[in-house]
């Protein structure tokens, strides 16, 4: 089944609850997590050294730092004996998460508010600044969502869904004297790490735009719905019209901010299809619509379209964007 453009044909229930893209979120869909992840590829690989980048209080970099060992992101290596010490190295499962944090940090770059601090992107090889693009391995053009569309297959046997997680997001202090811009960046920054938030944005990828639409695919309870559609209108990822007036109904468009976390999306999908569902991939395909494949993305330099690496790219640390 093919769907956007023909919403008539709702995706089955929980399509998205069941997509390897909320197995990914269910490994690091959370800020701290992101943040390590990014502090990885930046190079850090010690506790303290985390702890500095983060800001992270110990005892949640500790939790989340065994997380991402136990769902195979980082190997807790031995670096000395006596005593002994360890630090914690990508492995190969986590090196492949390079892409999604790559356009992730380019769509930061993009859409951080005014008051962010930029940390320019700079490839290597080429020696420019440069904005990570999605490119189609098969026919080298980007992939968007304007140029995609989506196959739903339908999986045998149960799907089994990975363990919803408890984190909620944070309340930043609303006594920070720098105010608004420090808060608001917290926001933003807990809101794209945030599961639901990013699940209900992938609602909107399919081309859902209906309240009952979107709880329906992603399986997710009402006040938490009403809530991150709250969020995601406040800033800038969705706008709300008005569909009907008695009773008064509303529909959730992406707008370009929300639109372009579409790669970031994808490349999360596609490591969740490779890394958490052995053998059969997932539920959702998508197909590019300049040369009719199935899309297998890639993350290249938008300067001179190279595909990108980790170690090629300085990463910046993660959290000198938000103090
Ligand atoms: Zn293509
Ligand atoms: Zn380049």
Redesign the pocket.
């Known amino acids: 089944m093919s769907i956007r453009g023909a919403l008539a044909l709702a995706p089955p229930s929980t399509t998205i609850a069941a997509s390897s893209f909320n197995r990914a979120l269910s490994v690091v869909a959370d800020r701290w997590s992101m943040q390590i992840l990014r502090d990885s590829f930046a190079g850090v690989r010690r506790f303290e050294q985390f702890r500095t980048c983060s800001g992270a209080p110990r005892a949640t970099l500790a939790d989340r730092l065994k997380g991402l060992v136990d769902r195979g992101v980082l190997e807790r290596v031995r670096y000395r004996n006596a005593p002994p010490r360890y630090e914690y190295r990508l492995s190969a499962q986590g090196t492949d998460l390079f892409g999604a944090t790559l356009l992730l940090l380019g769509w930061e770059q993009l859409w951080m508010p005014p008051g962010a601090a930029r940390q320019p992107l700079r490839h290597k090889a080429c020696g420019h600044l440069m904005s990570p693009e999605l490119i ?1 391995s ?2 080298g ?1 980007p992939v968007t969502f304007e140029n995609t569309e989506y196959e739903i297959l339908r999986m045998h046997g149960k799907a089994r869904l990975p363990a919803p997680l408890r984190r909620r997001l944070s309340s930043p202090s609303k006594k920070a004297t720098d105010g608004v811009t420090r808060r608001s960046l917290i926001e933003l920054a807990d809101l794209i790490a945030d599961r639901w938030s990013l699940l209900v944005l992938c609602a909107g990828f399919l081309g859902l735009r209906r309240y009952d639409d979107i709880q329906d695919a992603v399986g997710i309870a009402t006040n938490i719905l009403a809530h991150r559609l709250m969020q995601l209108v406040e800033h800038g990822m969705c706008s709300r019209r008005q569909y009907s007036e008695h009773p008064p109904r509303y529909e959730y468009h992406l707008t370009e901010k929300g639109r372009d976390l579409f790669p970031v999306a994808f490349m999360l999908m596609q490591w969740g299809d490779r890394w958490l569902v052995p053998g059969h991939g997932g539920n959702l395909r998508v197909r ?1 619509k ?2 009719g ?1 199935l ?1 297998r993305g890639v993350v290249s330099c938008g300067r001179c379209g190279e595909p990108l690496s980790a170690h090629e790219v300085n990463v910046p640390v993660s959290a000198a964007q938000i103090r």
Request: proline share 0%; with cysteine; net charge negative.
């Open positions: 189609c098969l026919c053009q590019h300049e040369c494949s899309v």
